[in-house]
């Protein structure tokens, strides 16, 4: 069971917000959704699909989200893995051209303040 920060939470779509990952699991308050407060000054609130391409990104950035920190629990991410990213960064990512896709159904609405809901739509998984 998630025990949820913001039992009202909304996705981008205005619908419940739904979980991003257990297995690693992720989001700001680690209970595997991007619910964001006030003590979450980087909005880790969309919900994206590493690639390789934007694991490398993000490294080159400062943030290494792929090498395992095992004193912290983090496993390390690999292609194909859900996780909360800051909505800033996806946008950093988008403007490179290495955004990963996303799942708009567990990507919080706090998000549509940096980015449209259009572009989000051009970026969900399938």
Do not use: Q
Not at 9 to 29: H, I
């Amino acid at each position: 069971m998630t025990i949820r920060y913001d039992a009202e939470a909304k996705n981008v779509l205005g619908g419940e917000l739904a979980r991003c990952s257990m297995d690693p699991v992720t989001g700001f308050f680690r209970n595997g959704c991007c619910e964001t407060g006030p003590h979450d000054i980087g909005l880790h609130t969309v919900c994206a699909v590493m690639t390789a391409d934007f694991l490398a990104f993000s490294r080159s950035r400062g943030n290494d989200l792929s090498t395992p920190v095992p004193e912290s629990g983090f496993p390390g991410l690999r292609p194909g893995d859900r996780w909360c990213l800051c909505a800033p960064r996806w946008k950093e990512a988008l403007d490179a051209g290495c955004a990963p896709k996303l799942v708009l159904e567990a990507t919080h609405e706090e998000t549509l303040a940096i980015v449209p809901l259009g572009v989000l739509k051009d970026y969900a998984v399938a």
